[in-house]
């Protein structure tokens, strides 16, 4: 029996999720002492990784300040997409909560990017002989984990792929973002925001149905309709994302200045982050 033997290894379609903590290295800064700042960090870490377990998520690891963790491995959970969703916004509004005690006590806030993908992953027992984790490996765990590098230069809270919307049954609020081919990665990506679950309403149905119309004059090569409606998005007061109109209003005018030949839509991120 060689330790070989001992590592079941197998393929298993998963939603990966990666969360962190925004500018974590200033929060740092401002706490006097490491005890306290473990003690803070665990407040936060606490509540979200009791949001993952009660939806039956695996938690991989901690790395600082980050999160990794996957449904639908090692036990099966059906509708792994939508569930993984579920967890991720419950976090969101758990954050929010836990902010205002933050604030009530005198503490930094905290603002978090989550990033899911679903995709086919090895699992299983890794590692030597002398230590072995159960873990996942492969490209899909590495696109989310870019994914939610993302959200920092995106303005969004939770980015998914894709492969994971598509498996989606239930009914969310989203945000396309963009068509993105990210380092290491051949075929374009799709990026969505989830903003919520259920439908757009109002102002927010608006803004979004006028935002996806241009989109769609952008993916046209129709820079000059994009960005007029870009520019009006990006002066409504109460936007809900503060980053992605002045993105789109730097392409447009670019490319109004000089037309890109063939265009796609597909943008290229050259950095890891």
């Known amino acids: 029996n060689t330790n070989s033997d001992k590592f079941q290894v197998n393929e298993k379609e998963v939603t990966i999720f990666f969360s962190d903590i925004r500018g974590f290295t200033n929060t740092s ?10 003690e803070y960090l665990n407040t936060y870490m606490e509540p979200m990784s009791n ?8 938690i991989d690891k901690y790395i600082g300040d980050a999160i ?27 954050l929010n909560e836990l902010n205002r005690k933050f ?14 993908n679903s995709g086919e992953v090895i699992v299983g027992e890794m590692g030597s002989s002398l230590r072995s984790d159960y873990t996942v490996i492969g490209d899909a765990i590495n696109l989310g984990s870019r994914v939610e590098s993302l959200c920092k230069y995106y303005g969004s809270k939770l980015n998914i792929t894709n492969f994971t919307k598509d498996k989606l049954k239930e009914k969310y609020i989203f945000r396309f973002l963009d068509l993105v ?15 919520g679950s259920g439908e757009a309403k109002d102002d927010l149905k608006n803004e979004l ?5 241009a989109i769609e004059f952008y993916k046209e090569s129709n820079f000059s309709d994009a960005l007029e409606l870009f520019r009006k998005l990006d002066n409504l007061e109460n936007k809900t994302n503060k980053n992605i109109y002045k993105i789109y ?8 200045q000089t037309p890109p030949k063939d265009f796609d839509g597909v943008y290229e991120h050259t950095t890891k982050a």
């Open 68 to 94: 990794m963790a996957y449904w639908n491995a090692p036990l099966d959970v059906e509708n792994h997409a939508d569930i993984a969703v579920k967890a991720s916004l419950e976090q969101l509004e758990a």
């Open 209 to 213: 149905e006028n935002y996806h119309k």
């Open 249 to 256: 209003i730097k392409r447009c005018e670019e490319f109004i």
């Open 181 to 195: 081919k990210v380092k290491g990665k051949t075929q374009p990506v799709e990026i969505w925001q989830v903003i």
């Open 51 to 58: 949001i993952i377990i009660k939806y039956n998520g695996t």
């Open 103 to 116: 604030e009530k006590d005198k503490l930094p806030t905290i603002d978090i990017g989550i990033g899911l």
């Open 29 to 38: 800064e401002k706490m006097n002492n490491a005890k306290n700042l473990i």
